[in-house]
Each structure stands twice: as C-alpha cells, then as structure tokens.
C-alpha cells in the first residue's frame, strides 16, 4: 500500500504502523515508549502526529498505515506539543546529563537537545541518591528511579518478550517506581538477569552495575562481534574505554539477526574474563615439577622438537590433537591442517564429540547433512515444536525466547520431552517426563500411533524417503502401552504428543544433549529423523529436525574438520579421491585411515599408543567422563601442550603451556547452530605475549618443518572457501554485515535458510530400523538411582569463563544435586544439606537441591564445578558408531554426610 509522509510518498506492509513504516523509510518521528520488539503502547505521546482526515493528532506508534494516508510528523504544533511533553517529563527528571554513565547515547537527552529546552526546563539537577531498592545487592544491574521516566519498557520487555514476569510498578503518581513484586530482592525474585530492562531503558535509569563511572556512553568505542557464549550467535556490540582497553559493558541493537538485540546473563554480564588478572601472559615451560616462564621461541622449539622426536620413533599416530568450539574457524581449520599435514596423522578432534556427534552421524546417514535443517526465526511460525532432550531455556536462553513467542503469541503447541521440569514447561500442551535413556522408546510409539492411526505423509513417503517398511517392523512393536512400561509416560499421553504432531501445519523438533548423549545417540537421532520424514516436516520452512550446539563455534569446529573422520566441510578422510584432493592442495602425504575419537585418545594413551598430546581452547579434565581415568591420562601421557587464555584444570598436567587470545582479541569468524557463519572482530589488546591461536599453530608447524603462514583471517577463510564446497561462497567481505548460512556454493549463492527443499543433501531421505536398548548402566541394590548431567543459565561449559565473573557467580557459584523431595525424605536429606553422590566410577560431595525438578529415582548435577565434578561420576561408555560418551544415564547413589 502507498501512503505520503512529510511529501514522500512510501510503501507500507500490511499491518505496520505508520511509525513503523516512517522508520523503515529514514523519517525520524521522536519516540521514548515504543521498542520494536513490544506490542506499541502510545504512552509517552511523544510520536504523535498529523493525519490528514483524523480530528487530532494520533500515536504513531499505534495508528495502522493505510492506503493513501498523508502523514505530516514535524509542523510547528506537533513540536511545541513534543517540546512540552519534554518538559514534562524532565520536571522529574532528577539528574545531570554530564555526569551520566548514559551521557551521549541517551533519548531523552539527544530529544532535549533537538527541541532545545532551556537550563530551567531541565529541573534542578541530581536528586537525593537513591533509597535501596530491588537491585541493591545486586551485582549485575542497578536502578536509579531519579532517572525513570515510567515508560514501562522495563516492565514489558520483563513481560512480553523474556516471560520472566519479574517487574512491575509500586506507588502512584510521582512516587510510581518499578520494583519486583512485594520489593523482593531482584536474585530471589523470577529476574533471570537477562539485562532486557537495561537494553530497552531510554534514559539510564537501569544501567550495568559494573560499568558505572568507568567511561560515559559518548566517549565509548564499539564494535560489532559475536557472543562467545552457547550456539545461538548473539551478535554483541562490545562497548570499551579506549583510555584502559577495557569492555565497560555489553549492548546488543534491536534488529541484528539472529537475537534481534536480546541476549542472556552471559552474553549481557559475562566478559568480565577478557581482562582478568588470571589471563595468560607468557609461555610456561614445566621443570622440575613448576611452570617456569620462557620465550615464545624456547616453547616452540621445545614442541616441535618434542613432537619430531616422537614421530620418529614411534610414528605420526602417536601423536594427537584435541582442536576447540570455543576458538574460531579460522583456527580450527589451522589446527586440523597442521595436525593432518604436518604431523601426518588424523587424530584430530575437540569437544563435539562429547556433546553432537551422534547428531552429525546420525543425521548425514538419513538425510545426507548433520546439521540443523532449519533457522532460529523459523520457530516462531511453527504450528507444533517438539523439544525433546534441550533445556533451551538454561543452554540456548535466546532461542527459548522464540520458542515461547511461538506459543503465547502465534498459538503454537508446545510438546515437552524431558526427565526435569524445565522452565518451558508451563508454556506446553504436554511434559512427557521419560525415563533416562528411553527416547527411542517414546519415539517410537509416537510413530505407532501415527501409522496405525493413518497420519503419515504418504505422499512424502513415496516420492522422497527410501527404506520406510525396513523401519516400519520396529516400530510397530512398540506400542504407547509397551512404552508406557519402559518410559513411565502414559500411552495417552504418547498417543495425544502423537496426534498434535502429526496434524500441525507445521513441526519442528527441536534437540540437544538430553538426545545425543547417550550410548544409543545416534539412534535416538535417527528417530527423530523417522519421525519428522514420517510426517513430510523436512524440507519445508517452520518445520525440520534441528539440533541446538552447544558451544559458540561446535557447528563450526565441525565444519572445518576438527574430527577424525572428515576433512573440511565434512569430506570423507576414507574417501580415495577426497583424499587425493586435499594432498594436492596441502601438498603434503597424507593418512588414509580415520583417527581417533576423543576418548579414544584418552585410552590410547593408557595403553601407550598415544605419547603426546596437544590441546587448543580444551579442558578435558573437567569435561570428559569418568575423570579418574581421564586425569589419570593426562598425568601419564609423556608430552602434554595446553593452549588457552587460562591455566586451566588440564594446563595443571601440561609440559608446556601457551597464552592465546580469547575473542575479543581476535579476527575470525563463529558458525552458529543455523549454519550461519559470522564476523569476530578484534576489541581490545591482548594482555602480555598472548598470540592468535591460529599464529601460534603455524610457527609450531614451521619450525616441526611443514610450513604454514597465513597474512591474516581472512586469508585463511579464502582457503577454506577454496577446498570446503558448503563454504565455497563465504569471504569476510560478504559478511560484514550480516551472516551467511551454509551451504552457500559461490560468490552469488545468498546462503540457505533451510536444508533439504524439494531433495535431501544424499538423494531421498533413509528411515532406518531403530530398536530400543537400555542404556549402558542400569540402577542396581548398591546404585539404585539414575544420574543425569546438564547445564546451567548461570555456568558454562567447564567454568573457565563464568566462574571469572562476579554477576554470574553469585547466583549459582557451587554445584549441586537435584534430588526428589520423598526420596530425600526416605534418605534422610534436608535442602542444601551436604551429601556424598556416588557411582561406579567414584564418589563426589556436594549439597543437596531437594523438590519436583526431577521424578522419584532419579538424580540430576551440573558438570561446570571444579569443586565435586559431576563428571567424576558419569559412564566413559560409547555410542557404537558416534563414539560419544554416555553422560545423560548412569547408576548412582547417594547419602547424607
């Protein structure tokens, strides 16, 4: 539709504003109420405006545009009317521009400048420092109410956008203030400590509490990068003093794909790590028992010629690498290069396979690609999403956003499949609360009812899958009442998930580590690739199966070959002519035979085949299962390299230790769980001698005598694009701006929002017969519980980065058990009483977290603690085909200390 605002005329979509419409077409209408991510209000008037045939001047921000409206936003009336709204408004304003950490970026100031109010009309300056509120206490944000102008963006965004529900209004007329409800403090009350209020306050009136006083909005330098934290790929604007190198705070803009400026606890508050004191500075070289400080030139010599020694005595595949999610693809690809070209073997890998490789496996068998089919803002359109196996809302907190905008706004149903009773609960239709380890079983019986219930997608079926009746047989043994035994869901439950599944427009199944880490991960995957062809929902926008990665760069640190079994952009290592391929373009013999796994490695070492090993961005000894034997190997293992920006757990055992940038001191580039790949851009400086990763991986090569140099990260990613097809068309310039998601074939290619339209990656998609296995532990007398792991909100990974930051700590700074309240009761445990956990592979003490988090029988820890790792615990027993440990079921027991 066509509409004239201020004598232009523009072109409006349906259902848009004319504020809107105004903003998409460069014409600034004055605004302080209205954030594009919140349903319009109209409050403040200060966008109000001349319609031509309306009585009076309308909101903006709430009149629809329609077919032929001229719109005139800047008369003399209409500024006067604003100027006095200013006014207004700064009569109690109770503060000074020039001493506000908000000075430069601030609305009401930038509006104040433009309708030029007088001293007096700006009030009388800074009002009595404010009485404690909700946020005392609070190390993450802070409310000053002499800033708030009550616009309640704070308490809609708490509302509408984040769900949290933890802000509202208390008092009346002037004295209004915002305050949790009943003025809890703000880390007791449902606050999540997201940071949208900060985000989408207009004055400063919410503000970071750390960054207060270090360096005013106007003087800050920001640059564009992406989040270091989980796989959704934040896109964060890191904000820095330039005067002290130092990230004040963390602002993300409205609009940037893919959060469309929200973010996290971590993403908002978690980057006080960068510029810790504990950073690495210098080389370290073990005599004796101690780290002593050496040159960059000593280290590399003593690791190049360690690693010469051992190749020539004992061969290439005595030597291993263990690459990382947590650094960029750039490095990475370095690290697989070297570690295949320069010494001369493939046992080369890095955390996926302890969290996504029974995706990547399963996945490429039934459909050709291991990837997420579909992206982020896919879910909101979604007529049904299964989330089975994700704790979305603590491990992919953005997502979940989308996830329960899909429900409350758009009307979706929700299915939940999880053993706890997770914060998205509330929002399904149905929590199916299975036993651990038993997904292939509810699948299953899922896919029962559909058949004998006639609501397969026949026509799908036939035309695009192969191999439907091989996988019929299996599943028509397991029927919702057979299920029932084994899961402990009720068949009707089973058959109602079934129904709302296979009826909806659209499904997506959405998953993570509840699915993949187990001994029977791939087959739990290619269920739910059953499930999905079963019913025609791949290939089609809103619907697909999608993995949720853990980490910032796993999808990436895939793609780019850090695995045993694939180079680049998953290209068979076994394969003759790919092999040949990548010779050529190395210029160097390579291994023919696939390497091994991470904990492979880790029993190779025990049994002397594997003598040194090189870790980048790793910490297996907090991460890997059954740590005994892991830190065991770690101890043993006759040359051991850590590179990171921390001593870490496993640096402790390291012979060399090697100081790297993190990623805000690095050029490069992160591949989210979308397929997206995104900028990384240097912020600060690095502290002492720390080095880029990937600089550091090419002088060890050099001096090991496979040369490697690159110029800079863009060259390396022109490399990648030369010998990886699905990055064939990405270059740091097409990317500047917004992501590209894979695959994108060529330079003209615009990227693929989702996979599989119209033809599956390997042909037609492949049902596979899955058959339920128990997992690999079952409870006994001695161990009568089964044990789950997971992670936190408030911790990430190993704790290398959060377990640095004050505002994250302090909400959850130990671990804990999870227990159900009438098994404490039968034990003997209180909530918070100190207990022993125990399973076949050790024992761990920890507190207690009793209530209905998980059901009778079963116990649930975080793995990010140091202090009583949960993976002391946990099974090192594998998937058969994946070779992913089975950190999700376990026998266990436990008792009061």
């Known amino acids: 539709m066509k509409l004239t605002i201020d004598d232009k005329q523009v072109t409006a979509k349906p259902a848009q504003t004319v504020l809107q419409v105004a903003q998409a ?66 009569s109690e304003h109770k503060a000074r521009c020039t001493t506000c950490d908000e000075n430069g970026k601030c609305d009401l100031q930038s509006y104040a400048y433009e309708y030029q109010l007088d001293e007096a009309s700006l009030g009388a300056g800074r009002g009595a420092e404010p009485a404690p509120n909700y946020t005392t206490g609070n190390l993450a944000l802070e409310y000053d109410p002499n800033k708030c102008i009550r616009c309640a963006r704070c308490v809609r965004i708490c509302d509408e956008v984040q769900m949290a529900h933890a802000l509202t209004f208390k008092n009346r007329a002037a004295e209004t203030e915002v305050a949790t409800a009943f003025d809890i403090p703000l880390n007791d009350s449902t606050c999540v400590l997201c940071g949208q209020c900060i985000s989408t306050c207009p004055t400063g009136a919410l503000y970071d509490r750390s960054a207060k006083g270090l360096c005013q909005a106007k003087d800050m330098v920001r640059t564009r990068t992406t989040c270091v934290y989980c796989g959704v790929g934040c896109q964060i604007d890191l904000n820095v003093n330039p005067k002290t190198n130092r990230i004040v705070r963390v602002t993300s803009e409205v609009g940037c794909i893919p959060n469309d400026g929200n973010l996290c606890v971590k993403g908002r508050f978690g980057m006080d790590f960068v510029g810790h004191p504990e950073r690495l500075t210098t080389p370290l070289i073990k005599r004796n028992g101690s780290f002593e400080k050496a040159s960059w030139d ?28 947590k650094c960029t693809n750039e490095d990475n690809y370095v690290f697989q290069k070297f570690i295949r070209a320069g010494i001369g073997t493939n046992n080369v890998d890095h955390c996926a396979r302890l969290c996504h490789a029974s995706t990547v496996a399963g996945l490429a068998r039934a459909f050709g690609s291991g990837a997420m089919t579909n992206s982020i803002d896919e879910f909101r359109n979604a007529r049904c999403i299964f989330v089975i196996g994700s704790n979305t809302p603590e491990a992919h907190p953005v997502i979940a956003l989308s996830l329960k905008e899909a429900v409350v706004k758009h009307g979706a149903e929700l299915i939940v499949a999880d053993p706890r009773e997770i914060d998205l609960v509330p929002y399904a239709k149905l929590h199916l609360q299975q036993r651990p380890g038993t997904d292939v079983a509810l699948i299953n019986a899922m896919m029962n009812v559909i058949i004998e219930e006639g609501l397969t997608d026949k026509d799908f079926i036939a035309e695009r899958t192969e191999d439907f009746e091989k996988a019929t047989e299996a599943i028509k043994e397991m029927t919702p009442e057979k299920a029932e035994k084994i899961t402990g869901v009720r068949a009707e439950a089973i058959r109602q998930a079934a129904r709302i599944y296979a009826t909806a427009e659209t499904a997506s199944i959405v998953f993570s580590m509840g699915i993949t880490q187990h001994t029977t991960g791939t087959d739990n995957v290619l269920s739910l690739a059953n499930l999905a062809m079963i019913t025609g929902n791949v290939g089609r926008e809103s619907a697909g199966v999608n993995p949720l990665r853990g980490q910032n760069n796993v999808q990436g640190a895939c793609d780019l070959g850090a695995l045993p079994n694939v180079y680049p952009g998953y290209q068979q290592v076994e394969a003759p002519d790919i092999h040949a391929k990548f010779e050529k373009a190395w210029d160097r013999k390579l291994s023919a035979r696939n390497g091994l796994t991470v904990v492979e490695i880790f029993h190779a070492i025990e049994a002397g085949f594997i003598r040194a090993l090189y870790l980048m961005g790793e910490n297996p000894a907090l991460s890997d299962p059954n740590l005994s034997r892991t830190r065991k190997a770690l101890e043993e293992v006759e040359f051991l390299v850590s590179q990171d920006v921390f001593l870490t757990e496993s640096g402790q055992y390291a012979d060399v230790v ?181 399973t076949p592979r050790g024992k761990v003490t920890t507190k207690a977290r009793v209530g209905t988090m998980v059901a009778r029988g079963w116990l649930f820890m975080p793995f990010h603690f140091a202090e009583g790792p949960a993976n002391m615990l946990t099974n090192d027993a594998l998937d058969p085909i994946a070779k992913i440990p089975e950190f999700k079921a376990c026998a266990a027991n436990i008792r009061p200390i």
């Open 298 to 325: 000593e280290a590399i010599e003593v690791i190049a010629g360690k690693f010469k020694k051992i190749k020539s005595e004992t061969g290439p595949d005595s030597i291993a690498g263990l690459s990382s999610a």
């Open 25 to 90: 077409n460069g014409i600034d209408i004055p605004n302080l109420c209205y954030d594009p991510r919140l349903a319009p209000s109209g409050s403040c008037r200060l966008c109000l405006v001349e319609i031509e045939g309306q009585r009076a001047l309308q909101p903006s921000c709430v009149f629809e545009a329609a077919e032929g409206l001229v719109v005139r936003t800047n008369t003399d009336e209409i500024r006067q009317i604003r100027k006095t709204i200013l006014e207004l408004l700064f």
């Open 658 to 838: 090697l100081p790297a940038f993190c990623f805000a001191e690095k050029d490069g580039t992160f591949t989210n769980t979308e397929r997206r790949v995104q900028r990384v851009r240097r912020t600060v400086n690095p502290p002492g001698q720390a080095r880029d990763d990937w600089e550091i991986v090419c002088d060890i090569a050099t001096a090991f005598g496979y040369r490697m140099h690159y110029e800079n990260a863009s060259q390396i990613m022109d490399e990648i694009a030369s010998v990886s097809p699905i990055y064939g068309g990405i270059s740091f310039e097409r990317i500047e701006t917004v992501g590209l998601q894979w695959p994108c074939a060529n330079k003209d290619h615009p990227g693929t929002k989702y996979l599989h339209k119209g033809e599956f990656k390997r042909g037609k998609g492949k049902f596979h017969p899955v058959r339920f296995k128990e997992p690999a532990e079952l409870p006994n007398k001695e161990f009568p519980f089964v044990l789950s792991t997971g992670r936190l909100l408030y911790q990430y990974h190993t704790g290398t980065l959060t377990r640095k930051v004050p505002a994250i700590h302090q909400v959850c700074p130990t671990g804990y058990v999870e227990i159900h309240v009438q098994d404490a009761e039968k034990h003997g445990i209180g909530d918070g009483d100190s207990v022993e956990v125990s």
